[in-house]
Nanobody, 122 residues
Framework: QVQLVESGGGSVQPGGSLRLSCAHS????????LAWFRQVPGKAREGIVY???????DYADSVKGRFTVSKDNTKHTLYLQMNSLKPEDTAMYYC????????????????WGQGTQVTVSS
């Protein structure tokens, strides 16, 4: 059974940093495409970064240069380091997985975590 569990969300002031974690099963970690999405109420889920099993991937323009994705193979964990946070980064953040990379198309991802809330405000 594939399980994704996010953690690390919270409240931070503008300009601050947070690191999100997504723990997942051994099987999908090594062979699946992993991604981070975010969603605010009333809006569609937005893909912000994905990383394929070979390490290739992409960042959305909205987070490029501020967010960094990484994987720890020994801990079976996906991370999202978020720096220079802005109020518009406030959202529920989700990690997702798929056997074939679907880019920023949320419909392409079969497995989702429960989400972790990030709030950026002064």
């Amino acid at each position: 059974q594939v399980q994704l569990v996010e953690s690390g969300g919270g409240s931070v002031q503008p300009g601050g940093s947070l690191r999100l974690s997504c723990a997942h099963s051994t099987t999908i970690f090594s062979t699946y495409c992993l991604a981070w999405f975010r969603q605010v109420p009333g809006k569609a889920r937005e893909g912000i970064v994905y990383i394929d099993s070979d390490g290739t991937g992409d960042y959305a323009d909205s987070v490029k240069g501020r967010f960094t994705v990484s994987k720890d193979n020994t801990k079976h964990t996906l991370y999202l380091q978020m720096n220079s946070l802005k109020p518009e980064d406030t959202a529920m953040y989700y990690c997702a997985a798929a056997p074939v990379c679907g880019g920023y198309d949320s419909n392409a991802y079969s497995y989702w975590g429960q989400g972790t809330q990030v709030t950026v405000s002064s």
